[in-house]
């Protein structure tokens, strides 16, 4: 029984945002996998994956596959080098972002977990995103992205019972 190949992958998402340009193949979807995922990401000359964040529910590990992509992550930048691993704990000190800038394109395969609900982080934007299902799932759910300062007080808007 032949699955999805990691050298030879079906792509099946992406992004056409400039600067953010890449093909995605869901391997762990493929495989059928339900608890894991799996993507390989291809990152053309000069493009990035995502944006820079982290996650607050969801660890995820980065695996180089092809080519020397560049991770920025709380200490800065780093150049890494095919077959690199590299972890991302959940929380700020995991925020990662993956940019292709070489001259090749780049696969990087992302491995995490799929807890729902999820928060993530972008300090870049100071926007926080929040999620009611586990990233990349097929499910419906809610997903909202919020400015950071847009945080209003627990009380706001609450009266109490009427007797």
């Known amino acids: 029984m032949a699955g999805p190949n990691l050298f030879e992958p079906e792509f ?17 979807r493929q495989a059928g996998a339900e608890r894991l995922g799996a993507s390989l990401y291809e990152l053309p000359p000069g493009q990035a994956a995502w ?21 920025r992550g709380p200490d800065g930048w780093g150049q890494l080098e095919e077959g690199e691993l590299v972890s991302f704990p959940v929380g700020e000190r995991g925020a990662h972002q993956i940019v292709n800038r070489t001259d090749e394109p780049v ?57």
């Open 12 to 28: 099946d998402g992406g992004s056409e945002r400039p600067g953010f340009a890449s093909r995605r193949a869901r391997l762990g």
């Open 51 to 71: 944006p820079y964040h982290s996650h607050l529910a969801n660890e995820e590990l980065l695996i180089v596959v092809r080519g020397r992509p560049h991770l």
């Open 107 to 163: 696969h990087v395969l992302l491995v995490s977990e799929m807890n729902a609900p999820d928060i993530a982080l972008y300090p870049d934007s100071g926007k926080v995103g929040t999620f009611g299902r586990a990233p990349g799932s097929r499910a419906d759910g809610l997903k909202l992205y919020l400015p950071r300062d847009a945080a209003i007080d627990y009380w706001e808007g609450e009266e109490p019972p009427r007797p």
